[in-house]
């Protein structure tokens, strides 16, 4: 028995070996596929957030293409902020950075979330969020589609 389990063990260590040399030419080939790292405090770009959004809203991208599917990103709000009512077209993948948020979409109950807290969104439901005390909230996001925020005129709750 221990004879017949040989080859087969080999043949696995062969084929790793192969497709960790493929995955690592293929990333050094491809400038997109290189790990990215970023934090909160690093020299990230910072920029407005959609213009449904009052002032004090940034937004910076850290991977990918907002207009694409699959981008990443961090939203930060000052403190005492209310993210208003809007959509998404994609579902949101979101753990809270830092700050305090309490969260609510449409027909569920308000979530405070505290750093390091994950959250998901399907895809049009609506929902609004607050930062809570003085300090600013920052939002990791990955969204499945392209980066939106639609405004929802209606009331949550």
């Known amino acids: 028995m221990t004879n017949a389990r040989k080859p087969g063990l080999a043949a696995a260590v062969t ?7 493929f995955i ?3 990333v050094q080939a491809d400038p997109a596929r290189k790990p990215v790292t970023a934090t909160v405090d690093s020299a990230l770009q ?4 959609p213009a449904i959004f009052p002032a004090g809203c940034q937004i910076a991208v850290l991977h990918g293409n907002p207009a694409r599917p699959n981008a990443d990103i961090f939203l930060r ?14 579902p949101e993948r979101i753990v ?10 449409q027909g569920f109950p308000a979530e405070d979330l505290t750093p390091g807290e994950y959250a998901y969104g399907p895809a ?3 929902h609004v969020a607050t930062c809570k005390g003085a300090g600013p909230c920052t939002l990791f996001i990955a ?3 392209p980066v939106d ?9």
Do not use: Q
């Not at 910072?46 to 957030?49: K, Q």
């Not at 709000?77 to 809007?86: E, F, N």
């Not at 925020?149 to 709750?157: P, S």
């Open 96 to 105: 809270l950075v830092e700050g305090n948020l309490t969260v609510r979409y």
């Open 149 to 157: 925020a639609l405004e929802f005129t209606g009331m949550i709750h």
């Open 24 to 26: 690592s030419a293929n």
């Open 124 to 126: 049009s439901l609506p």
């Open 143 to 145: 969204f499945e589609g």
């Open 77 to 90: 709000v000052p403190g005492g902020y209310t993210i208003p009512p809007h959509t998404h077209t994609s």
């Open 15 to 21: 084929i790793s070996a192969i497709f960790l040399a």
């Open 46 to 49: 910072w920029g407005p957030c």
